[in-house]
């Protein structure tokens, strides 16, 4: 497995001189979920903002990853953490994007309603099933799982419904009955299954054993080629807040309680957050190998012609 880490990262951009920082406001894309936790981390804990100093910080959350990089298409924001799938969907299309670090691992599971009879993968056969958004990270993944049971989505041709809901509005799709299952990232999995529906693929099940990227920080390269300093200080937050998630987990805990509070109104049960913390993992390293077979699914999926070599994409 080939993983790259961030010295080099840090060293070559503290290096370069203040002139080149232009930049009055850094602008930062992230989501309202678990596997977004050194985000949540750095924004409840001033972390971020320390670190750029009086360069202000403007954080704006999203509710998937697809409509993450259409504003980062825009122009509307600097640096991002996002999922793999969006990501390589942007190199693909020749955005300005190069991948800094690596966030979060594993944190996704499939979670079918409690009454919905579905006890396997190929049980989804003519269901309704709901991803954060068609063409992020937990779509991709679903179309994997359904093509390596045997099934398809309607639009390819097979049975199963695929349909977007926003993670933070699964919980109510459930109760309504409006899908039978939903690929979702955590805290919402463990928010499902603490109302008794059930897990049918765990975090290790979904792909991988569990060892693939699910959050990436990322970068518009001209304005890390314009504001070297400024990345490299945003870096050393991440790393900051990547190392206090896997120190103290109990304080992790809150500042992302805190946090999911303030940008979702719902506050979640301790014992929700525990497990939804277990099924994933936090890292600063980028796994390129697990990248770049993302990146076929990306195509097996059908949301590329062909898998970009995403090496050049790395900021080293």
Do not use: C
Request: proline letters at 5%; zero cysteines.
């Amino acid at each position: 497995m080939t993983r790259l880490t961030l010295p080099t990262l840090l060293t070559l951009s503290l290096l370069t001189t203040a002139a080149a920082q232009d930049a009055q406001t850094v602008r930062l894309g992230f989501f309202p979920n678990l596997t977004h936790a050194p985000a949540l981390v750095g924004l409840e804990r001033g972390t971020f903002q320390k670190a750029l100093g009086k360069v202000k910080l403007d954080a704006k959350e999203f509710v998937s990853g697809t409509t993450l990089t259409e504003a980062f298409a825009a122009g509307q924001i600097d640096i991002a953490y996002v999922g793999p799938g969006p990501a390589i969907n942007a190199a693909g299309r020749g955005m300005p994007v190069q991948f800094l670090a690596g966030a979060s691992e594993a944190g996704a599971v499939l979670v079918v309603r409690k009454d919905s009879g579905i006890k396997s993968y190929r049980d989804l056969a003519g269901k309704l099933v709901a991803v954060p958004s068609l063409g992020n990270t937990q779509d991709i993944s679903l179309r994997h799982i359904l093509n390596e049971n045997g099934l398809k989505s309607k639009t390819d041709g097979g049975n199963v419904t695929i349909t977007p809901v926003a993670p933070v509005d699964v919980l109510a799709a459930f109760a309504a009955k409006r899908v039978e299952a939903t690929l979702v990232p955590e805290p919402w999995g463990a928010a499902l299954e603490a109302q008794g529906h059930k897990v049918i693929g765990t975090e290790k099940t979904v792909w991988r054993d569990g060892k693939y990227p699910t959050t990436v920080v990322i970068v518009n390269a001209k304005f890390a080629q314009a504001n070297p300093q400024l990345v490299a200080a945003f870096l050393k937050a991440h790393t900051e807040a990547v190392a206090f998630i896997n120190k103290s987990p109990v304080g992790a805990q809150t500042a992302v309680n805190a946090q999911l509070l303030k940008l979702t109104g719902a506050k979640l049960d301790p014992r929700v957050l525990q497990r939804a913390f277990s099924r994933t993992r936090f890292t600063t390293s980028l796994d390129l190998a697990a990248l770049t077979e993302y990146a076929k699914l990306n195509v097996e999926a059908g949301y590329a012609r062909s898998a970009p070599d995403l090496a050049p994409f790395i900021r080293k």
